[in-house]
């Protein structure tokens, strides 16, 4: 694994544990996608950081839970005030 990944994963952990962001949040914020941020933060950060990846898996598997209720409320939004029923 070269520098810059290691890097990377560092940042993208701290990020996520610092604003309990979600994986496509922290992809659109560093430009990388989704495949690239979990990868590094499951995979790299584990050999890195064994601390910071527990504390990321935690915040990931929070945002795994809920994301059934986010995409209710996003359905909900996007059908606001139309005349669907």
Known sequence: MNETARIRSVELGEYIVKNKSTVRAAAKVFGIS???VHTD???K???I???LSREV???LDINKAQRHIRGG???REKYKGSKMR
Do not use: M, N
Request: hydrophobic share 30%; aromatic share 0%; no cysteine.
């Open 57 to 59: 898996r935690e915040i």
């Open 41 to 43: 933060v499951t995979q």
């Open 73 to 75: 409320i996003a359905t």
């Open 49 to 51: 950081d064994p601390g």
């Open 45 to 47: 950060l584990e050999e």
């Open 34 to 36: 989704k495949s690239t």
